[in-house]
């Protein structure tokens, strides 16, 4: 630990903490344009400079570049540093604009606070200023370079701690100029970080910009619920609608950043299209009509039938209240168990990553970025967490060596290691891998089961079966590693590979690495709905029900089924059997159009909640808004309407989880208030780690890590005969892969205006030398015929994948519900090109 003084308080920190750092600490600010906690130093601006009086060094420094040594003085008010800022600041201010009042940075600018502060406010210099030509660089984005300092935040960002090179600086000296060598979209999926990190107005937020002031906006916290990851975020509001999301720093979970997918995925909130009034068959009607018509029908159907001809199905993209509020309701009235996943390979795979996930095991994104070596299996990054991708290169610049092992093209923006492996060949890799690097000794360490477990592992010849091979340089970094992550996804993986890669994660900590495991799973409340759901309750059971006729009712809970069902034309045959489809949900959904009783619930915005990310990790999000019709809508773009009454236009959608519980007793309950501490009861008995809090308002802002559901008498229980049985590829047909990507596959994302330009085309993809086999090239036009249907989509081929395998996306203009759910089967037979 090193002991300084900083303007007569003393510090101790620890070694390498900068003094700019060390001045933070005390709630000391420094000015600082170029030096950013996430960036690092890089002493490009100057005027974080301090006087250092006593120590190794003397007179005026840079904070940001000097490590925090024993015995130092320094100054961060001394007459000779507010002098060096001063013309600093009027250095930077030779060449910029005066045009504050029409730059969104204003009043949150570094920039303009450093000058005022700093005293600066006559323009000595004379001459012409400098001046760049602006770029067009997407939809995110207005670029505005004449407001530029020369920071090199941006670039340092965009290129080195993001991995992508599109973006960067050109030119020298005062002359310098940061962009793209050409107008065009920006390829980095967290380009919108730009706008938070630049300390001026060059990079300002194009879909919110002259909207308001930060000073304008109801500022709140919130959470992104578009993937598993449970990002931190701010949510800006202005007349009753979200209009900008920014990121919020989370030590444990995203730290400074979030991707452009949560930055912008917040659209569905406000669009006119979205639901404000319940209805009855097509027909609006009041909030209350439209729940006693509910609770009538409801009735009706369970005299008729019974309580187990009800069903329910729950969403992925639901508060834990919610889910909670569904599964006591479908007990209390003693329907089916709610469902909340498409088949009970889906449910097996969430509820075995759960029951794996030890305690010791478990890390964080942050972890990742410490770790010196990652393995992904059956893990896409980009396409299904971009912000893991992000702390995966945080720990590749740090010297760590990155290996998938997956059968799609994945693409990642820094070097890695990669083995385009079938599914079925993934326990033979893990085992190999295991083979290579863990001695029997190490297994019995951990008692029988692992001894008995390592032995059972199939030797030589039978991993050798698993082409291509494991590298040299794969195994020698992992042996040599120390902190280990085992990165693993649910999606396309056997329950087998998931425990298995629990099994290798916990043999690399008996032989004394610091180990750790990772899963991802299929949506930001997966691992509460895992939690809550039985080993069989699947969508696709509630189908099979239906179609035999034991099931005459459903409820669908912010769910919609038309957008993940692999089979549309199955799904329609058995919504048109039943006698009662009830949807509540605040998106216009397929399924909300065809509800005979539609009732709207409120946003998570709207609404605030528990989500319970991938990690476990229990975190709370404050309700920022009340609700309503935004202004903008309600008034046609003009002054809204002069009415004088007693609500807000569109207030009626409340919390689902508030009209489930009306639905379990009967009626409308008065006393929100009780309920909710009712409802609290129920949640902490569920996760025993909240108990010690008495509501949620006491839950810190970085989560509790629970561990529910875990079962540690699965370890090493692996059946190898079955796990090691490698089908080789026929040449005759496929396995389809269906998958998802950064932009246009993700429910809610998906209804961003502002996102579409960035979504790909959608695509099939297959192998090169498969596809030239049976006759077709790259972006040609093919057909999948199945019994159900038939698709049409371009065809894309690459080399770096697996060969007998087909991925295709579950992009929104993609009519890609055809398939069987499970394991799909293509026939080459079936695939045919279009003339």
Do not use: W
């Given at each position: 630990m090193s002991k300084l003084i900083i303007d007569d308080r003393e510090i101790e920190v620890s070694p390498g903490t900068k003094v700019i750092e060390a001045a933070a600490q005390l709630g000391i600010m420094i000015p600082r344009f170029c030096y950013h906690p996430a960036l690092g130093s890089v002493g490009a601006c100057r005027v974080c400079a301090v006087k250092f009086i006593q120590g190794p060094f003397k007179g005026v420094q840079m904070s940001c570049m000097i490590d925090a040594q024993d015995g130092m003085v320094v100054s961060t008010t001394d007459e000779d540093v507010a002098d060096f800022r001063r013309h600093v600041i009027e250095w930077l201010m030779l060449h910029h604009p005066h045009d504050c009042p029409v730059c969104d940075e204003g009043g949150h600018c570094l920039l303009q606070d450093m000058t005022v502060s700093g005293g600066h406010g006559i323009r000595r210099y004379l001459g012409k200023k400098r001046t760049y030509t602006d770029q067009f660089l997407g939809p995110l984005l207005q670029h505005e370079m004449?407001?530029?300092?020369?920071?090199?935040?941006?670039?340092?960002?965009?290129?080195?701690?993001?991995g992508y090179r599109d973006l960067g600086a050109m030119q020298s000296a005062n002359r310098t100029y940061f962009g793209r060598f050409t107008d065009g979209i920006l390829e980095s999926p967290f380009s919108g970080n730009l706008s938070d990190i630049c300390p001026t107005g060059v990079y300002t937020d194009k879909p919110s910009r002259y909207f308001g002031r930060r000073w304008d906006y109801q500022r709140s916290p919130s959470l992104c619920i578009n993937c598993s990851l449970g990002c931190h975020t701010v949510a800006s509001i202005k007349y009753r609608e979200v209009k900008r999301q920014e990121a919020r720093f989370s030590e444990p979970v995203n730290g400074y950043f979030i991707c452009d997918r949560g930055r912008y995925g917040f659209f569905y909130s406000s669009l006119e299209s979205r639901p404000r009034m319940a209805r009855i068959n097509g027909k609006q009607c009041t909030f209350n009509q439209a729940q006693h018509a509910m609770i009538e029908k409801l009735e009706e159907i369970k005299k008729n039938s019974g309580s187990a001809a009800i069903a329910a199905v729950g969403s992925?993209?639901?508060?834990?209240?919610?889910?909670?509020?569904?599964?006591?309701?479908?007990?209390?009235?003693?329907w089916r168990d709610p469902a909340c996943f498409i088949d009970s390979s889906q449910v097996q795979n969430v509820k075995t990553a759960i029951s794996r996930l030890e305690p010791q095991l478990r890390v964080s994104l942050r972890d990742i970025e410490r770790a010196d070596f990652i393995l992904a299996v059956g893990a896409d990054p980009i396409n299904e967490a971009p912000m893991l991708a992000l702390a995966m290169r945080q720990a590749q610049r740090n010297g760590a060596t990155i290996v998938v092992i997956d059968p799609r093209p994945v693409s990642l923006p820094f070097p890695f290691l990669y083995l385009p492996a079938a599914p079925m060949a993934l326990s033979a890799y893990l085992g190999s891998l295991i083979k290579a690097v863990v001695n029997r000794g190490t297994a019995d360490k951990m008692g029988d089961g692992a001894r008995k477990f390592y032995d059972r592992i199939p030797e030589g010849k039978k991993l050798a079966e698993a082409q291509p091979p494991l590298s040299s340089e794969m195994l020698q970094s992992l042996q040599q590693s120390r902190r280990p992550i085992i990165v693993c996804g649910?999606?396309?993986?056997?329950?087998?590979?998931l425990s298995l890669s629990a099994d290798f994660a916990l043999l690399l900590q008996a032989a004394e690495k610091q180990a750790g495991l990772f899963y991802l799973m299929p949506g930001a409340n997966a691992f509460a709905g895992g939690i809550l759901s039985g080993e069989k309750d699947s969508f696709l059971q509630i189908i099979e029900q239906i179609e035999d006729g034991s099931i005459r009712a459903l409820i669908s809970v912010e769910a919609d089924p038309f957008w993940w069902f692999d089979d549309r034309p199955r799904l329609e045959r058995a919504l048109d059997k039943i006698d009662l489809l009830v949807v509540l949900d605040y998106l216009d959904?397929?399924?909300a159009q065809r509800a005979n009783i539609f009732i709207p619930t409120a946003t998570f915005y709207e609404s605030g909640g528990m989500l319970i990310n991938q990690e476990g990790r229990v975190q709370v999000a404050p309700r920022a808004l009340l609700g309503g019709i935004p202004i903008s809508q309600a008034g046609g773009g003009d002054?809204?309407?002069?009415?004088?009454?007693?609500?807000?236009?569109?207030?009626?959608?409340?919390a689902a989880w508030l009209t489930l519980a009306d639905l379990a007793n009967g009626a409308a309950q008065e006393d929100e208030k009780a309920l909710q501490q009712h409802l609290w009861k129920q949640i902490s008995d569920l996760i025993p780690q909240l108990a010690t809090f008495s509501s949620i308002d006491e839950i810190p802002q970085e989560g509790i890590v629970c561990s529910c559901g875990v079962n540690i008498d699965s370890r090493f229980s692996i059946n190898w005969s079955a796990a090691?049985?490698?089908r080789h590829d026929s040449g005759d047909d496929f396995d389809l892969i269906e998958v998802d990507w950064t932009f246009g596959t993700e429910e809610l994302s998906s209804l961003s205006p502002c996102l579409w330009k960035l979504e790909r085309k959608p695509c099939l993809v297959m192998h090169s030398g498969r596809a030239e086999i049976i006759g077709l090239t790259d972006v040609d036009l093919v057909e999948i015929s199945t019994e159900t249907g038939s698709l049409e989509a371009e065809l894309r081929t690459a080399d770096n994948m697996a060969p007998g395998i087909l991925v295709l996306p579950r992009h929104r203009k993609l009519a890609w519900q055809i398939f069987t759910p499970g394991k799909i089967r293509i026939r080459k037979d079936q695939i045919r090109k279009k003339q």
């Open positions: 004449n407001r530029c300092i020369h920071c090199y935040r941006c670039s340092r960002f965009y290129q080195e701690y993001s992925l993209r639901s508060s834990l209240e919610t889910l909670v509020m569904l599964a006591q309701l479908c007990q209390t009235k003693r649910t999606e396309i993986l056997s329950e087998t590979v959904s397929q399924a002054h809204p309407p002069r009415l004088y009454d007693v609500g807000i236009a569109g207030f009626d959608p409340k090691s049985n490698i």
